[in-house]
């Protein structure tokens, strides 16, 4: 009679767990070889899933990955200490067929996520530092922060615009609020008290947001004089049209310039390559790709507006572009230029010198 196997052991053999990730829970489901084992539930903490694996496959190869989403990489730090040797990968590189678009459903997502970790058809995407990753929220959320006084600036003169009130022409052209304006703002009548509250209220709300985001710049300016940013920083702002912000938000959103080969993979990254189709003896280049770096790519965009009206090298290329193309096409190809001296001072420790056309 054959002897009951009472201890397993599962060395040098590969346990592949597709994970799909949610706020109060995580479906795992798990591939043994070319064998799907199992799908389950769970709660959202990588060491419940570390003691299930060591208990049902002990000495194994551990191997997950899951969809970077809003969960961030605080997962992946956790699996990673536990000895599952996890990926966070970009949900567009999973690869998808149209049933499973129509037909999505959490055990599918983790099953399909398994199945093409198994297969070596994952590629993870770039994990930051935990310290890099903190100082990237800081001036994340500076951004948010503008984009917030933007909105409640509007609110105001569209709260004026409905009641009828008329902004003098000294203030109607102004993009940043002056005392001046403030006080004209506070002294309006708007013929109700309840009118005047609320427009009121919106002031205060302006002014509380400004005050916060001139903390945040201050915060940011100090984290610049750090040790790890300083001289990178000083790099970056000799390009024209590189003030503060964008540097350091280049620095912390790229982390590692070496992790990018040359400079098409870096435009590929923040979003500064157009969209291609060949088939057969077509080929045919599409508008500016879709997937992004969304912070930096507009960010630089913005800065390649202010570079134009400082370097003459790139006046002269963009003069040159807007002949056979659209100025908002043209400055995509100024970005790519910005992009290109911000990665050699980077990668060469050196200043950029400012050209200077005769």
């Known amino acids: 009679m054959e002897k009951a196997v009472t201890k397993l052991d599962y060395s040098g053999q590969n346990i592949y767990i597709g994970l799909d990730t949610h706020l109060k829970n995580w479906k795992a489901t ?29 000495k194994g190869n551990y191997y997950s990955a899951y969809e970077a989403s809003f969960s961030g990489f ?33 055990a599918r997502d983790s099953r399909k996520i398994a199945e093409q970790l198994a297969a070596s ?31 409640n600036k509007v609110r105001v003169k569209s709260f004026l615009y409905y ?61 610049s004089k750090q040790e790890r940013y300083k001289t990178n920083v000083g790099l970056l702002m000799s390009i024209p049209g590189i003030g503060l912000v964008t540097a350091m938000t280049f620095l912390t959103e790229i982390e590692d310039m070496s992790r990018f080969k040359n400079l098409d993979r870096l435009c ?57 193309m659209q100025p908002s096409k043209a400055i995509v190809r100024i970005a790519k230029k910005m992009v290109n001296r911000m990665r050699y001072v980077l990668k060469n420790q050196t200043p950029y010198v400012k050209a200077v056309v005769e």
């Open 30 to 58: 798990i591939r043994v070889g070319d064998i799907f084992y199992k799908s389950f539930s769970q709660d959202p903490e990588a060491v419940i899933l570390s003691k299930y694996l060591h208990k049902h496959f002990p």
């Open 268 to 324: 590929s990254y923040i979003g500064l390559v157009p969209m291609t189709n060949s088939s057969g003896d077509h080929d045919s280049i599409g508008p500016i790709t879709k997937r992004q770096n969304k912070v930096l790519r507009s960010m630089i965009v913005e800065s390649s507006w202010v570079a134009i009206r400082n370097d003459p090298a790139l006046m002269l290329a963009y003069q040159k572009l807007i002949v056979r």
């Open 163 to 223: 009641h009828g009130v008329i902004i003098p022409e000294r203030f109607s052209k102004t993009t940043n609020w002056s005392r001046q304006f403030t006080r004209w703002l506070k002294a309006l009548d708007l013929g109700t008290s309840s009118a005047k509250a609320t427009l009121t209220s919106i002031i205060e709300l302006v002014l509380f947001l400004r005050g916060k985001h001139l903390e945040i710049l201050k915060l940011i300016r100090a984290l």
């Open 121 to 151: 058809n994952l590629v993870g995407i770039h994990i930051p530092d935990i310290e890099i990753e903190g100082d990237r929220s800081l001036l994340r959320f500076r951004k948010t922060m503008t984009k917030e006084i933007a909105r």
């Open 74 to 106: 605080k997962a992946h730090r956790e699996l990673t200490k536990l000895g599952i040797d996890n990926i966070v990968v970009n949900p567009a590189d999973i690869p998808t067929t149209d049933k499973e678009r129509k037909q999505k459903e959490d």
